[in-house]
């Protein structure tokens, strides 16, 4: 177990002008499950190959446990790593890819049969040692990978999208089983998804990243009860929050006919954005009323019907511009497409951010 930090940690791809991570200070605990989390190409799996030592530190520095491990190689940082393919030995059993590194480091066979049976019966592979992984599941080959990286015992493990090839269900299962084993283990562990869910479910703590710049770094409830900015709020969350750039007032904004109230503070904070705030609400943060008077009038598009309750995609019309919102409602009062309802968003739950800057108010 150890902490991992990373200090100003940049990596610039010869050829490119712009850091793929740029920057980036990030303190990760002794035994705590973080979570990387961001869209495409915004630095995630390159932040985790530098941990790992797969990819340059162009500026900056990485420790583990307070040691400088910027230019050691992967072997010498006491790492494990799970791909999102696997990587398993395809002409090898189960016991002998989960045996393969200890092997390497000349480990004795006692040992290596005693950590291949412990990992084995952690991850109920018992039945499945001397199987080859084309004779396995999708989602036991996953545990195979997991089980090789614990018998290596190391200081930190380093997952790179695992679940990505699983099915859904398997997925949810998967994750849950990933995360038990964790906090079993107390090993630091970095975990690297785009699936805001997995990182909502899963970590102790969840950094967002986008453009190779960290955005937030903070619990999976605080990152959505107060996002720090824009980003944040529309990323965190399914569906995305709603969140729109309107007139500002003197009491709040205007959604057309409906004004969000703001207090005298926010409406005074948002002044520097040109005579707009952004404002948002999360789909179940927001009541269908009948009165019209107040609300907002929406044309519904699509109804998802999801069992215990239901989600309701719909248009309005904003100041001549169609604009796009989607609540969540009970499965009871879930209207007809095509139908108009009338939305209030809860006073309470509304995030509000400054529309220049995009950060929260």
Known sequence: MATVTYDHASRIYPGSERPAVNELNLEI?????LVLVGPSGCGKSTSLRMLAGLEDVDKGRILIEGKDVTNLPPKSRDIAMVFQNYA???????????????KLRKTAKSEIDRR??????????????SRKPKALSGGQRQRVAMGRAIVR???????????????????VQTRSQIATLQAKLGVTTVYVTHDQVEAMTMGHRVAVLLDGVLQQVDTPRALYDTPGNVFV???MGSPAMNIKTVPLTETGGTF????????????????SGNGKVTIGFRPEAADLVTEAEGALPIVVDLVEDLGSDANVYGHAD?????????IRTDRRMMPSM????????????????????????
């Open 29 to 33: 605990g002794d035994g705590e499950f």
């Open 88 to 102: 398993l030995y395809p002409h090898m059993s189960v016991y002998e890819n989960m045996a393969f590194a200890l």
């Open 116 to 129: 291949v049976k412990e990992a084995a019966a952690l991850l109920q592979l018992d039945e499945y040692l």
């Open 153 to 171: 015992e190391p200081q930190v493990f380093l997952m790179d999208e695992p679940l990505s090839n699983l099915d859904a269900k398997l997925r």
């Open 233 to 235: 709020a529309g990323f």
């Open 256 to 271: 057309g006919a409906m004004t969000v109230p703001l207090t005298r503070e926010q409406v005074a904070a948002a002044k």
């Open 318 to 326: 904003i100041d001549g511009s169609s604009e796009r919102f989607v």
């Open 338 to 361: 095509g139908e108009t309802v009338y939305v209030k968003p809860q006073t309470s739950s509304i995030h509000v951010f400054n529309a220049t800057s995009g950060e929260r108010i």
